[in-house]
């Protein structure tokens, strides 16, 4: 079965701690996403990885950075954590197929961050 | 810039009852499209996607979802609503062709069923 795992599903943190959510895949996905998810926001796209030790931003990378230094996983950090930064956390990946077309995203269970 | 709309944020549907959510996409081209959805507490899981072919898809869970390229349209129906249906719905679009898929989501539409 496919797996995205999440190493929290609640958090709680301090304004200015420095926050690390971990991601795990165990399908040899080459892309991994992160998302932050807001009641009336849906989902937006903080950063994104299409192969080990890339990434690229997404829509929100204000306040955030990434790594990915194996395959299966990726790390989100908040190098100091903010009020506003208080939200769910989902993490995706996805297969790059044949003819370089990326399949559907899997998501794992999310991790709700609430910063004090 | 593309986005997606779903304009309704809550339904509610009697179970046993038909149900049709939703969603309005803006591209410059026909998308890759999808239906996800978050019960609560959980991650996201697709119910169906649309690539090509037959504009008719079938899902997970006895959904379906009908593409109209002209009204840019891919709304998600289910015939008969049961309970464990309550859930947030949540479309998304994502670009055609090779290369990277950044799929774009609505806003969502919360699902309640009534008894």
């Known amino acids: 079965d496919v797996k995205v795992t999440q190493s929290s599903r609640y958090l709680v943190k301090r304004t200015g701690e420095k926050v690390f959510l971990e991601c795990v895949q165990d399908m040899d996905h080459e892309n991994m996403f992160w998302y932050r998810q807001d009641p009336g926001l849906g989902l937006r796209l903080i950063y994104f990885?299409?192969?080990?030790?890339?990434?690229e931003k997404g829509d929100i990378p204000e306040g955030y950075s990434v790594s990915r230094e194996k395959k299966e996983r990726f790390s989100l950090i908040l190098e100091s954590a903010s009020t506003n930064q208080t939200s769910m956390y989902l993490c995706?990946?996805?297969?790059?197929?044949?003819?370089?077309?990326?399949?559907?995203?899997?998501f794992g269970p999310g991790t709700r961050l609430t910063v004090l | 810039a593309q986005s997606v709309t779903q304009p309704d944020i809550h339904i509610t549907v009697s179970e046993g009852a038909s149900l049709e959510l939703r969603c309005n996409y803006s591209?410059?081209?026909?998308?890759?499209l999808f239906w996800y959805v978050q019960s609560p507490g959980q991650g996201l899981q697709l119910l169906l996607k649309y690539f090509s072919g037959d504009t008719l898809v079938q899902g997970i869970k006895g959904f379906e979802a009908e593409f109209k390229r002209s009204q840019s349209s891919f709304n998600l129906r289910k015939p008969s609503v049961h309970w464990s249906d309550a859930a947030e719905y949540f479309c998304a679009v994502g670009p055609r062709g090779t290369g990277f898929q950044k799929l774009v989501f609505g806003t969502g539409t919360r699902l309640l069923v009534s008894p």
């Open positions: 995706a990946s996805s297969a790059r197929l044949a003819g370089g077309l990326d399949n559907e995203q899997f």
């Open positions: 990885s299409y192969d080990v030790k890339m990434k």
């Open positions: 591209y410059g081209a026909t998308p890759y």
